[in-house]
């Protein structure tokens, strides 16, 4: 799990260096204003980076090693019964909600509702419309996590390792590179 939190957490510096805040609000914020682009676009490698460690943080396939029916004489399954079973599982998929509410507000723009000008909205109304934008996003990443458990197999111990240590982790120093490059070509540009 170490090797793809560090990779989550270098995919998530380089969306902090962008913004220069650590406040979600700021982030989405960041978004919204100016070009109205989404980090998503400005941050592709990131983002394919977070999404596959939010899998992994999540225990679902193909990372859920912890379960693995097969290969563990259904793992934890067998241990758990009735509501420690129920509780344990919903747990994962309260994390899974966490994990797609986290990438909705950093890579997807949270509240914010593409094509439509919040400013000429009511208050009240662009309050509830940022509430639904941001739910309908967080349903399709859940989504988006069932598709990939069901389509996926299970990778083996040793490559999950060789896909942490050795592909994640050195795209994610890249990605944080390259965005730590552009960043001072254009604090440099806007200085002449």
Request: with cysteine; aromatic share 16%; hydrophobic share 55%.
């Amino acid at each position: 799990m170490i090797s793809y939190e560090l990779a989550m957490g270098l995919a998530l510096i380089a969306v902090l260096m962008m913004t220069g805040t650590l406040q979600m609000s700021g982030i989405v914020a960041n978004q919204v204003r100016g070009h109205n682009l989404w980090h998503v676009i400005l941050q592709p490698l990131g983002f394919m980076i977070f999404f596959v460690c939010a899998l992994a943080e999540c225990n679902r396939t193909p990372f859920d090693l912890a379960e693995a029916e097969n290969e563990l004489n259904f793992g934890y399954h067998q241990e758990y019964s009735s509501m420690k079973l129920g509780f344990y599982l919903f747990a994962e998929y309260i994390n899974m909600f966490i994990s797609s509410a986290v990438m909705a507000t950093l890579y997807f723009g949270g509240y914010d509702i593409p094509f439509v000008n919040e400013a000429n909205l009511a208050p009240n109304l662009a309050a509830i419309l940022g509430v639904v934008a941001l739910l309908a996003k967080i349903a399709f990443f859940i989504f988006v996590f069932m598709w990939v458990r069901w389509t996926i197999p299970r990778f083996r111990y040793d490559q999950l390792m060789r896909l942490g240590w050795k592909t994640l982790i050195p795209l994610a120093l890249f990605n944080m590179l390259v965005t730590a490059v552009i960043i001072l070509l254009k604090q440099n540009h806007w200085r002449f």
